[in-house]
């Protein structure tokens, strides 16, 4: 047969709330913080999957950026044809920097090419 009322607790309600205030603090807390406390913000990693050698020179940096330069304009010109609109002019102008920053360098390796 099944009881309509539960036993009582073990302890009185008196003494197991005056013996156990830090449990229940402590248990309050961790609620608290799973439900309020945003996540931490996971830092970016500082590494990069390009690692370049401490011993290049700067010729040899200066003459890989022009190619890799070359490179990114040759593929923005590829892209800027099957555009049309403001596509394409964010296109061209972003080939523009390219072909900028590619003329600075080229005119940095005749400076060193020169001395």
């Known amino acids: 047969m099944k009881k309509i009322v539960p036993d009582p607790p073990a302890t009185p309600l008196e003494t197991a709330l005056s013996t ?29 999957s390009y690692v370049i050698c401490d011993s290049v020179s700067l010729e040899s940096a200066l003459v890989e950026t022009s190619g890799l330069l070359r490179c990114a304009s040759a593929s923005a010109g590829e892209v800027s044809n099957s555009l049309s609109g403001a596509q394409r002019d964010l296109v061209l102008s972003v080939l523009h920097l390219v072909d900028m920053a590619r003329a600075y360098v080229d005119k940095s390796l005749d400076g060193l090419n020169t001395h």
């Open 20 to 48: 156990d205030p830090l449990l229940d603090q402590a248990a309050a807390d961790r609620a608290l913080n799973h439900y309020l406390l945003k996540p931490p913000v996971p830092q970016p990693s500082k590494t990069s």
